[in-house]
């Protein structure tokens, strides 16, 4: 029994053993199952990107699919369900009435709009002849960034093509009818006239290089010549009636001088005489025009910024200051737009007399309080004293560039300025410019020559003289910007000036320079013709700056936009330190306006032969929805040749109306008030 009972603890002591065995290996197993359960769940940062790509792709696909099923009716179906009945296009309308095809148009489009094409290019340009390099989809900027920079880039010393580099214009109206797939420029508008019967044979699209000055666009490709011609072609193929000449953005000051060069005598000129103009033009139906310029030419210029730029600069101020992907992406683009001649032709004209000085401006009682206009209703001059701007405390928007918040709000006589330009005092290793400012040798940086700008070549004593002057008014601008880009702007004084002729019978005035500065220029001897002042009012458009000195780094513009610098209270002015008044958000009103509202009214020394000239102002009215697209009460500086009252104002004077069959001036804005305050002997 003792056996038994000891040979049956070993048999049970065996048994519960492989039980614990049985329960350890079953345990395991779970774990490692577990294990594995949650080694599948866990995504890496590929397999997330990629079911993203996938599910975007995916989504992109089903609804072009349904796009291209759907009836070409059901978009305004769906539109109409929700806004209601949509209004019919201008043309339509106009065809309705019986407008039919009358006086041939010419475009003439603006700076960046117009497409440009490679007919000559270095090796990192192979597969590209004839390919677009602006407009169209801009691929070869993703995919060569550094050869598109180079190959748009112009020679810094001519202003023309560099060694082995051809672009050219393309021509015909596919050059500005849309700057990018779906963002029309010029295309709502020629839809409209073909509507009443205008074909190619009456439209002309005067496309030109415009980076290049005006009179070079002549000396290069003879682009005005070629309007010359095509004006006259299309005048005597229709029966002799006169054209319709419809420019938009810097085209205004491009025709502007177009005009004064067909009439002047060859080799300068086109040697067309006195009266060409007078028997080939009815109308000039001017679209968003600078005449004098904008502030935002010179924040341009300055420091490569506008109001966008320097927001996104804000918000991620190292990804277009520093090496992002081996580019430093506001350098490259301040070496290339500083060849560009065109761009100093935007440059505030008329001085501190237009433009304020430094404790008064034209529109120092404008109110950045919600507009009250929300659609094109007439209103005529004579209310336009009374305003809808209200009053408010005086703002100094004569100081285009002020350095410092309280720079910009203070009285002049308590701001101490150190003037660069008759500056005295010179420490040891410093050196004088031109205009007397000290510019140290120590060179602000000197390992990025690859993106040179000619921040480059100034010292930090430079760039200490230009914050230490504090405030520049449009009078000193041109001084500093002689100072920062001296190369850019001897080009600049060849091309272009900025002053008021004291007496315009001056023989210096008959140089091209002058041309396209209205205030230093006589409109054509063309008592018939008319000319159109038509833009956008209700935005808010850049006015003024204020900026800072930024610390120190390799490859760095110096100069920023503050956007820390805000008004007090939700209407003012100041936003992000750019002041803004009343515009299309490119053009202030008093830029677009003032020639038509004052300058050029009734016969002046600026207007001898009496011209009639009208304001046509546009308010703007944002789309309701998203499915009204960029509007068609837009009064937005590109969005505006979608405006239906637009449209048809051109359609009708191409019809064969003139100005006073429009009503004669609409406007909205202060612009007659504003004129009135310049004192400029006419």
């Not at 206009?373 to 005529?380: A, G, I, Q, R």
Request: hydrophobic share 35%; net charge neutral.
């Amino acid at each position: 029994m003792l056996r038994r009972r000891k040979g049956s603890e070993p048999e049970k002591t065996s048994e519960g053993d492989s039980k614990d065995r049985r329960e350890d290996e079953s345990k395991t197993e779970k774990e490692k199952g577990k294990v594995k359960v949650e080694s599948a769940k866990k995504w890496s940062c590929i397999d997330n990107c990629c079911w993203l790509i996938g599910f975007i792709c995916s989504i992109w696909w089903f609804l072009l699919f349904l796009f291209n099923a759907m009836p070409a009716s059901f978009p305004q179906y769906v539109t109409e369900a929700i806004t209601g009945p949509l209004p019919d296009p201008p043309g339509v309308k106009l065809r309705k009435e019986g407008l039919t095809v009358n006086h041939p148009v010419v475009f003439v489009p603006g700076i960046v709009t117009g497409g440009l094409e490679l007919w000559e290019g270095h090796q990192c340009a192979d597969g590209l002849f004839r390919k677009r390099l602006w407009g169209g989809t801009f691929g070869e900027l993703y995919k060569r960034p550094l050869c598109w920079v180079e190959h748009m880039s112009l020679d810094n010393e001519t202003g023309l093509d560099p060694p082995g580099i051809r672009i050219r214009s393309v021509s015909g109206l596919v050059a500005a009818d849309y700057f990018a797939p779906g963002y029309f420029v010029w295309a709502v508008l020629i839809a409209n006239l073909a509507r009443i019967g205008y074909e190619e044979k009456t439209m002309y699209m005067a496309a030109y290089d415009w980076r290049i000055s005006f009179q070079n666009t002549e000396v290069r490709d003879q682009s005005l010549s070629r309007i010359k011609s095509n004006i006259e072609l299309m005048v005597a193929t229709n029966g002799g009636k006169k054209v319709v000449v419809i420019p938009h953005s810097m085209g205004v000051l491009y025709f502007l001088h177009f005009m004064k060069w067909v009439e002047a005598p060859a080799p300068m000129g086109g040697g067309g005489g006195p009266d060409w103009c007078a028997k080939h033009i009815k109308a000039v139906m001017n679209i968003g025009g600078p005449f004098l310029g904008v502030p935002k030419a010179v924040s341009a210029l300055f420091s490569a910024e506008a109001k966008d730029i320097a927001v996104a600069r804000g918000i991620a101020p190292s990804f277009l200051d520093s090496d992002v992907f081996g580019l430093q992406t506001l350098q490259h683009v301040m070496r290339m737009t500083r060849t560009w001649d065109s761009t100093m032709s935007m440059i505030p004209k008329g001085g501190d007399t237009v433009w304020g000085g430094l404790d008064w401006s034209p529109e120092a009682e404008y109110s950045c309080s919600p507009k009250k206009h929300m659609s094109n209703e007439t209103k005529t001059t004579d209310q336009t004293d009374k305003g809808s701007l209200g009053l408010k405390k005086t703002l100094n928007f004569g100081r285009i560039i002020s350095f410092g918040k309280d720079v910009a709000e203070a009285h002049s006589s308590r701001i101490e300025r150190l003037d660069f330009r008759s500056s005295h005092s010179c420490v040891p290793g410093c050196s004088f410019d031109l205009q007397g400012a000290v510019k140290g040798k120590n060179f602000v940086n000197t390992t990025c020559r690859d993106i040179w700008t000619e921040y480059d070549d100034m010292g930090i004593g430079g760039v200490k003289a230009v914050v230490d002057y504090k405030s520049y008014t449009a009078d000193s601008i041109l001084d500093l910007l002689h100072f920062v880009a001296p190369k850019m702007m001897s080009r600049g004084d060849a091309h272009f000036s900025y002053g008021i002729a004291d007496n315009l019978d001056d023989p210096k005035y008959k140089h091209y320079k002058y041309w396209s500065n209205p205030l230093e220029t006589k409109l054509p001897n063309a008592p018939d013709m008319e000319i159109y002042s038509m833009y956008g009012v209700g935005i808010p458009t850049e006015r003024a700056y204020i900026y800072k000195l930024i610390p120190g780094a390799e490859c760095y513009i110096p100069f920023q936009i503050d956007t820390s610098a805000e008004g007090s209270g939700k209407d003012s002015c100041l936003k992000g330190g750019v002041f803004s008044v009343d515009g299309d958000e490119t053009v202030p009103v008093l830029s677009a306006g003032f020639m038509c509202a004052k300058g050029w009214r009734g016969k002046t020394r600026f207007n001898p032969s009496g011209i009639q000239t009208y304001i046509r102002e546009y308010d703007h009215a944002p789309p309701a929805n998203l499915l009204e697209g960029r509007g068609t009460q837009s009064g937005a500086h590109v969005d505006i040749m979608g405006n239906f009252a637009l449209l048809e104002d051109i359609i009708r004077v191409a019809a064969g109306a003139i100005g006073k069959d429009l009503g004669g001036d609409r406007v909205y804005s202060d612009i007659f008030k504003w004129s009135e305050k310049i004192k400029l002997k006419l």
